[in-house]
Nanobody
Framework: QVQLVESGGGLVQAGGSLRLSCAASGRTFSSYAMGWFRQAPGKEREFVTSISWNGGMTYYADSVKGRFTISRDNAKNTVYLQMNSLKSEDTAVYYC????????????????WGQGTQVTVSS
């Protein structure tokens, strides 16, 4: 079992940057693909990005491609989301998740979830 705790959210102006972190407990972290999802008020949870167990493969939603970067450090049991050129439409609660396959984008494809961290982008 994997427990996930996100951090790094906050309030930022449009055009600014934030880096989210997701710390995982459990010795099997390196065997999981990791994903970031987000959910804005009144909207469904949506895929943002994912990364394979060894960091060799990454996937991005079109809306964040070129602005967000996912990475992981298996020695630290941590996955990161670097968010640059933030827009007001990026405002949401961001969740990290662990699953078996990094190329899947539905929330139901992921087995473990963090509690989320709020990101608010002011215009």
């Amino acid at each position: 079992q994997v427990q996930l705790v996100e951090s790094g959210g906050g309030l930022v102006q449009a055009g600014g940057s934030l880096r989210l972190s997701c710390a995982a407990s459990g010795r099997t972290f390196s065997s999981y693909a990791m994903g970031w999802f987000r959910q804005a008020p009144g909207k469904e949870r949506e895929f943002v990005t994912s990364i394979s167990w060894n960091g060799g493969m990454t996937y991005y939603a079109d809306s964040v491609k070129g602005r967000f970067t996912i990475s992981r450090d298996n020695a630290k049991n941590t996955v990161y989301l670097q968010m640059n050129s933030l827009k007001s439409e990026d405002t949401a609660v961001y969740y990290c998740a662990a699953g078996k396959f990094e190329n899947l984008r539905r929330p139901s494809n992921y087995d473990y979830w963090g509690q989320g961290t709020q990101v608010t982008v002011s215009s």
